[in-house]
């Protein structure tokens, strides 16, 4: 997969807060760990949608 590079601005306490998570060995490395944030952002959309579909759907069905 190609990879895109991205400038973001944060505060220092969060700078700090993915440093640490780097440090301890949680993630390689910051771009690690905001991809793996993208990818659970993503999944809980992708939920949240599937949640929504559903209740529509069982909405629709009960009017019927």
């Given at each position: 997969?190609?990879?895109?590079?991205?400038s973001?601005?944060?505060?220092?306490?969060?700078?700090?807060?993915v440093?640490?998570?780097?440090?301890?060995?949680?993630?390689?490395?910051s771009?690690?760990?905001?991809?793996?944030?993208i990818?659970?952002?993503?999944?809980?959309?992708?939920?949240?949608t599937?949640?929504?579909?559903?209740?529509?759907?069982?909405?629709?069905?009960?009017?019927k």
């Amino acid at each position: 997969m190609k990879m895109a590079t991205m400038s973001i601005s944060i505060p220092d306490p969060m700078k700090d807060w993915v440093q640490f998570q780097v440090e301890t060995g949680t993630y390689a490395n910051s771009s690690d760990y905001v991809r793996d944030l993208i990818r659970q952002d993503q999944k809980k959309t992708k939920q949240n949608t599937n949640v929504a579909r559903s209740d529509h759907h069982r909405l629709t069905k009960r009017r019927k």
